[in-house]
């Protein structure tokens, strides 16, 4: 293999990149980026560089003296591919064409439909989201966070600690049920209320109200919450539409991520994909699964390496389950596995009205997830039991 | 020299936190070997005495990043420099410690107790 290219320069991008010299890849290797930037990491976008306590400099995913022997095309984004070919077309007008391609696009936030020309509406998924939105906070005093992911419980928590005034608005029971299950979501929901965050649940958002501004938010029911600064943190779909037509299957169960094997290989020889915008098969699952979290991304930025330079003839170990970790508060959230297979929770150290505790949710006898909040020494011992027990298959 | 501990408390595959400032964290390996680094994650404020002790190596609890106990160098991100190291004496039964004179690398927004 001579030439690879890399589309996406950000945490899968960068650490396949890695990984394809660190296995012995000597011809070159182009990284192409949408974005300005150099490799950044996003995780602190919505807790301590949204606070204002880290910098742009200490967002860097790279070592001092970056990369060597990368080539870097930032700024410009691929616009279609010939798989069959290897060519990838660019924004700029040229073409690259490669012996091997890692698909590492990644994902983007979605917007609130209807908003576009609204001032002070904002989602989060880029350093340029992040700046904006910074900046539009310290003038706010009222913030309205639309939707109770990860992402928006993160800004809901650091706007409160920046002394603004937050209402949280989620369509579910409860901020993050739909990621770690209802029963311990409501426990979380209660530290956001504690810490003075206005929380409606069950709740839809028709509208964002306001002209050239937005000054407040309308819900299914009629009620008006008046905002300076309005967040969706709605979720976000994978960048695969420069795909279309590739030859590179993409699926509809999967918000249309990019189809993988349990290597990352796509159904085109010499094309694999990585991180967010990818759904890898899961055997012990049995389906493809888009896995949109950090830990995801960099565990399997070795895999899908060793997949593009043995030619797909390696075999992957077992995947791990998905592990995720946020900061809110003062209070670290990790978590680990399948809430979704689950049909008990039980909490098995410290106190939920303390906020320093450890759920383990089973299916059966087997634990299925683990849930740890400010328990890092005990969760770490849970997730190495999770990481190494044996896969369970069907 | 800081006497961190007696020998027989703290067993193979364990960690201790001593908490000078900033914070030292003390490991037995597996294999009986000894070492002490800086407590505090390079990325984060983590403690890695609470991290995965595998080999000569510990995995911060938080992001998984992996120091060489031995040199304190770090394998990928999200943590990008090094820990302090410092030197181990163990002396009739007794865990010391002698704390490195080179500056920590603390995370980004952490400073010394005392110091602005
Ligand atoms: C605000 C925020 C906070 C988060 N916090 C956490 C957390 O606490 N814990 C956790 O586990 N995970 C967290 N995550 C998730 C984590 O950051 C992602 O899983 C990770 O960034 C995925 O990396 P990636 O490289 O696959 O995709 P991305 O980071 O999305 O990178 C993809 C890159 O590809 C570029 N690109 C897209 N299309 C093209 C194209 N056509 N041509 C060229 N380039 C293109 C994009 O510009 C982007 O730079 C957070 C994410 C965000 C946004
Ligand atoms: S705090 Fe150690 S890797 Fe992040």
Redesign the pocket.
Known sequence: MNTVCV???????LLTARALRGQGHEGRIVV????PHRPY???P???DFLKGAIGEADLALEGEGGEPGIEWRLG????GLDAPARRITLSDGGTLTADGIVI??????RRLPGTGGLAGVHS???LDD?RALRADLRAARRVVVIGGG??GA?VAATARELGLDVTLVESGPAPLAGVIGPAMAGVLAGLHERRGVRLITGAYVTEVTGTGRADGVRLADGTHLPADVVVAGIG?TP?TG?LAGSGVELGRDVGGGVLCDEGGGTGVPGIVA????AAWYDPALGRHHRI??????RQRATVAAATLLSGGTARPEPARPP?????QYDVKIQFIGHPGEADTVTVEEGDPATHSFLAVFRQGERPVAVLGVNQVRLFTRWRRHMETAPVHTG | MIPACPLVSLPRGEALRLDVDPPIAVFHTDDGEIYAIDDTCTHQDASLADGWLEGCEIECPLHASRFDLRTGEVDAPPAKRPVRTHRVVVEDDVVYVVPSDAPPNLPPGLTLKGRP
């Open positions: 589309v996406g320069a950000s945490l899968a991008g192409v980026g949408e974005e990491d996003r995780p976008l919505s807790k410009v984004a691929a616009t590492a696009t990644g994902a983007a936030a989060l998924r880029t992040a990860f992402i993160e976000a960048c420069w990585v991180g967010d915008c949109e979290h950090w830990t995801g991304a592990y995720f970790w946020s900061d």
